[in-house]
């Protein structure tokens, strides 16, 4: 009697198609999932590179200033030799002046 029937169609039960859709689920939910996380790390690291950016704003600001610094300071250095040296230049045209 087996020989007999069709071989053409293939019959569904529905049970199978619940397995379908509920893996099609499964499979969604799971992509859905590592998407969130994925999500969530990127929202971690944009905030530690608003800090790093901040971090390194801060420190050119920093940077500028110990600039300003060594360039004020370099410019007291040179008017410091230029009194001495016009000093000395005053005291040997005096002591020349006097021999």
């Known amino acids: 009697m087996q ?8 019959w569904v ?3 199978d198609e ?20 994925e999500n969530r790390e990127l929202k971690v690291a944009q905030a530690l590179l ?3 950016k901040y971090d390194c704003a801060r420190d050119d600001l920093k940077l500028l200033e110990l600039e300003e610094k060594l360039r004020k300071a ?4 040179f008017m410091y ?4 040296l016009f000093v000395m230049f005053v005291g040997v045209l005096y002591s020349m002046s006097n021999a």
């Open 3 to 10: 020989e007999d029937r069709c071989k053409f169609f293939h």
């Open 13 to 15: 039960d529905e049970d």
């Open 18 to 37: 619940d397995k379908y859709e509920r893996n099609i689920l499964l499979e969604v939910m799971t992509e859905n999932n590592m998407l969130l996380r």
């Open 50 to 52: 608003k800090c790093k």
């Open 74 to 77: 370099k410019w007291e250095a």
């Open 81 to 84: 030799n230029f009194v001495l």
